[in-house]
């Protein structure tokens, strides 16, 4: 019978020291020089942005755009509208001083309403529901 002789099927020796420190230490230094690149770029931008913008920036007038506009800040103003709202459902006013036609708040309009009933509207009768 004819046997191959036994070849090892790995490395027999190990990885030489010298080359794998050079690697890590220039991956390490240029890591080192990016970070460096960057802390000057922003340190050298943010003296060049620092100052106040030039006045034509400031005199520039700008247009109202139209109607309908978008809404900056919606629960602000949504509150605002509602306490309008709030305010002219539960507060005397005049809506026409010159014909002499008022508001009033809307629970007493509908107490008034009770009452007095309707114009127009058939009065209420004791059992009908």
């Keep these: 019978m004819n046997e191959l002789p036994h070849k090892p099927t790995?490395?027999?020796?190990?990885?030489?020291?010298?080359?794998?420190?050079?690697a890590v230490l220039g991956i390490l230094l240029g890591l080192g020089l990016v970070i460096a690149l960057v802390a000057f770029l922003y340190g050298w931008l943010g003296v060049?942005?620092?100052?106040?913008?030039?006045?034509?920036?400031?005199?520039?007038?700008?247009?109202?755009?139209?109607?309908?506009?978008l809404i900056v800040i919606p629960g602000?103003?949504?509150?605002?509208?509602?306490?309008?709202?709030?305010a002219l459902l539960t507060s005397y006013g005049w809506t026409?001083?010159?014909?002499?036609?008022a508001r009033i708040p809307a629970a007493r309009a509908?107490?008034?309403?009770?009452?007095?009933?309707?114009?127009?509207?058939?009065?209420?009768?004791e059992g009908q529901p």
Excluded: C, K, Y
Excluded at 12 to 19: A, K, N
Excluded at 76 to 86: D, G, P
């Design 48 to 69: 060049l942005l620092s100052g106040d913008p030039p006045d034509v920036v400031s005199r520039v007038e700008r247009p109202v755009p139209p109607e309908p506009r």
């Design 96 to 101: 026409d001083a010159e014909q002499g036609i």
């Design 10 to 22: 790995h490395e027999t020796r190990d990885l030489p020291f010298g080359p794998l420190a050079l």
């Design 76 to 86: 602000a103003q949504m509150r605002e509208l509602r306490n309008r709202e709030e």
């Design 110 to 125: 509908l107490e008034l309403a009770v009452e007095r009933g309707l114009p127009g509207w058939p009065a209420h009768e």
